[in-house]
Nanobody, 117 residues
Framework: QVQLVESGGGLVQPGGSLRLACAAS????????MDWYRQAPGKRRELVAG???????RYADSVKGRFTISRDNEKNTVYLQMNSLKPEDTAVYYC???????????WGQGTQVTVSS
């Protein structure tokens, strides 16, 4: 059974930084494609950033140049470094894992990020 546990959310002022972490257990982490999604109140869940098993990365246009996704296969953990945060980045951030094109996706419980002065 694959389990994902996010951490690192919190309250930060505009322009500040946070680093989210997602620790995985079960499965074979180095083969997972890992994604970060977010969902703001009243909005659909959206893809923020992704990193493949081969470390190729992709980002939503709204976070390019501000967010960086990375992974540590020794620690079974994926990170999301978020800089220059804006109020519109406020959302619950979710970690997602899947093997390539598999329809089976695994989700964490989410961590709240609030950007406010």
């Amino acid at each position: 059974q694959v389990q994902l546990v996010e951490s690192g959310g919190g309250l930060v002022q505009p322009g500040g930084s946070l680093r989210l972490a997602c620790a995985a257990s079960g499965g074979v982490f180095r083969f997972f494609d890992m994604d970060w999604y977010r969902q703001a109140p009243g909005k659909r869940r959206e893809l923020v950033a992704g990193i493949g098993s081969g470390t190729a990365t992709r980002y939503a246009d709204s976070v390019k140049g501000r967010f960086t996704i990375s992974r540590d296969n020794e620690k079974n953990t994926v990170y999301l470094q978020m800089n220059s945060l804006k109020p519109e980045d406020t959302a619950v951030y979710y970690c997602n894992a899947h093997y390539g094109d598999s329809v089976r996706h695994y989700w964490g419980q989410g961590t709240q990020v609030t950007v406010s002065s």
